[in-house]
């Protein structure tokens, strides 16, 4: 695998707030398998991250992480109709829509 299959450039932060008395374990697991399922698939996404936060119980954050600003950008857009019915799915868990960032990436090590 060369250096330009593993670039990360751009990060795309997914904050996620549930609707109180929700069991959260069953939105991630909805997640994990959404982003497993198109991982296989060519998106252009070079990994995700979901994170549940350890003191809010109705806090979580999903991240992508991408090469390009263009596969970001072309994934998040309203016509992804995959991403659209994730969202719809979800939307009555949800206390607010998700909020998104994008970030351009200074370096990336782990």
Same mark, same amino acid.
């Not at 299959?5 to 751009?10: A, S």
């Not at 399922?37 to 998106?43: C, D, F, G, L, P």
């Given at each position: 695998? *060369? #250096? @330009? /299959?593993?670039?990360?450039?751009?990060? !795309?932060?997914? #904050?996620?707030?549930?609707? @109180? %008395?929700? +069991?959260?374990?069953?939105? @991630? !697991?909805?997640?994990l398998?959404?982003? /497993?399922?198109?991982?296989?698939?060519?998106?252009? $996404? +070079? %990994?995700? $991250? =979901?994170?549940d936060?350890?003191?809010?119980?109705?806090? *979580?954050?999903?991240? @992508?992480f991408?090469? *390009? +600003?263009?596969?970001?950008? #072309?994934?998040?857009?309203?016509?992804?109709? &995959?991403? $659209?019915?994730? =969202?719809?799915?979800?939307?009555? #868990?949800?206390?607010? &829509?998700?909020?998104?960032?994008?970030?351009? =990436?200074?370096?990336?090590?782990?």
């Amino acid at each position: 695998m *060369s #250096s @330009t /299959e593993n670039r990360i450039n751009y990060i !795309k932060h997914n #904050s996620i707030r549930t609707k @109180t %008395g929700l +069991k959260r374990e069953a939105i @991630t !697991k909805i997640l994990l398998e959404f982003f /497993e399922e198109i991982k296989a698939n060519s998106t252009g $996404m +070079k %990994g995700f $991250m =979901v994170m549940d936060d350890l003191q809010d119980k109705q806090e *979580s954050v999903v991240i @992508t992480f991408w090469e *390009s +600003k263009e596969d970001m950008d #072309s994934f998040y857009r309203p016509e992804n109709k &995959l991403l $659209m019915d994730l =969202v719809k799915e979800l939307n009555p #868990s949800f206390e607010r &829509l998700p909020v998104r960032k994008d970030y351009h =990436v200074a370096k990336f090590e782990v």
